[in-house]
């Protein structure tokens, strides 16, 4: 089964069940501090997670675009993806675990045809946190009764997960094991935030198991026998100062991995070999004149990179490759890729935008963003291996230096890979054509694991916050971005639309377009009108309604990929003022006379076109 039925399969199976078909959102979030991509389908939903109303209901469903940094030292294994898509349903306080396990056995066994006995479910062993999950060993054991097939439960895992329970398992009888670790799904620990127990689906692929890996075998061991293909997670409790109640209203969030399962159902052993990648794999071997089989390690980082890149710079918000942020992941995607060119031999400048082109033609007709932008990503994609080219110039001078007399330690070639972006094993080829080495490749990972560390942690202090972060200041700052892009629109133009935005309790950033840095007047202009707003104390109400009626009435709404068949918009006003009318998912204060005194404390460019505001309520 190929990628376009199976999600139109997953698409038209929860329609059937009554729930609303929802587009994928942004790539790129919309005032979420805590992540710098959607890296899931729950993000975007996370308003309505907490209780606001969906314009669409209370049964969702879609297939969402999601990217995570993280997983980019482990592309390669012919398992693990930057870029990859979700199939997401999610019940707003209606069904629970009953149906939603059962509809996704239903799914995969009667409408994707997968063997029963291939499939194994772990569930929630128990803490402190909340009581072990017996509820969903009940549904699952009359799940798999259904389908004719025995499912004890198995030795359970109250240490790391990654580890197992330490014992042979038959896996014949047993196909429910709980986990400790593993199995509780929360967002932070803020209070406020959402959590509760989940239930993952694992599919056995028959792989032997590899005693490197532990000399046991388990769902979670990394051999990659078991492959998870989808997590059921049940939204069942909520932090509190004392400590995590149950929720009366309870919701579901599933997410399921669609290139897994079109790995499974296409019967192929990587994701790489599947119709969601074949074309790109194609092009590589066309541009390297070498073989997949021969060179996977690199044809796999070229292939998933640059499709991530194609999709982060495609996305209407317009992200380009940068030093900073979204940007900065965009270049290293694009630099990684062109590096693993250069090993298999493509040198010659401005071959990317073909794989571009490889990834437009899987996936233009899914994501029509991409198509629209595509002068865009051509562009920058030929620029960026520009620079790099001129960079690894730079490098080789430089490498040629330092190396022409002696051997080089581990730091001095980690200082080549942190400024000019050599990899270990390039400055080992680059050494060795002249006889030389590197004498202390332990030095190398030593100053990497540093370098990871402080990112790391720069990384969690810079996007700190929850995602449940709807507290009362950062509800003032998001209304008050509203006025911030109207007063933008009055101001500098029509031409101005949102490009993105990132707010905490302390601040807003607001990305925008605008070719030029704004004049102290033009900011004074802004921060004027946007006060005298305030100071009306306007009325802030909403209405749901069709996307084709909002547009008609001339509601401004750039990230159209993240709404329904029905919008919420948002008007700023009453009778003919009307300062602002926007589509907005929420949350937003009740009269904008409670928002303080509005100040822009820096504006600066944000890449080529984009302009980035920053500002305060006092």
Known sequence: MKSKELRKKYLDFFEKRDHAIIPSASLIPENDPSILFTNSGMSPLVPYLLGEKHPEGTRLANT???????????????RHTTFFEMLGNWSLSDYFKKEQLNWWF????????????????TVYAGSEFAPRDNESIEILKEIYAKYGVVAEEGPQTLGKGEEGPGVEIDFTRYRIFAYKDKNWWQRGDAVGELGGPDSETFYDTGRPHDPKFGPHCHLNCDCGRFIEIGNSVFMQYQRTKDGWCELKNKNVDFGGG???LVMITEGKNSIFETDLFKDIISKIKELSGLKYNDNKKAFEIIADHLKAASFIMGDDKGIAPSNVDQGYIVRRLIRRAVRYGRQIGIEKIG??????????????????????????IKDNLEKEETKFARTLEKGLKELEKISSSKDIDGKTAFDLYQTYGFPLEMTEE????????IVDKEGFKEAMKRHQELSRTAAAGKFKGGLADHSEETTKLHTAAH??????????GDHV????????AERLRFDFSHPKKLTEEEKKKVEDLVNKAIQNDLPVTFEEMALEEAKKRGAIGVFESRYGKKVKVYKIGKDDNIFSYEICGGPHVERTGILGNFKITKEKSSGAGTRRIKAVLE
């Open 258 to 260: 669609l290139e897994r």
């Open 106 to 121: 239903e799914f995969l066994v009667e409408e994707l045809k997968l063997d029963p006995n291939r499939l194994y479910q």
């Open 64 to 78: 969402q675009k999601s990217f995570r940094a993280e997983d980019i030292e482990e592309v390669g294994d012919s």
């Open 430 to 437: 680059e050494l060795a054509k002249k006889g030389k080495k």
């Open 483 to 492: 006025l911030l892009l109207a007063a933008l629109r009055k101001v500098l």
């Open 351 to 376: 071959w990317t935008p073909y794989i571009a082109e490889a990834v437009l033609g899987i996936y233009g007709e899914i994501y029509p963003e991409l198509e629209r932008n595509f002068d865009f």
């Open 497 to 504: 639309v949102q490009k993105g935005s990132n707010i905490t």
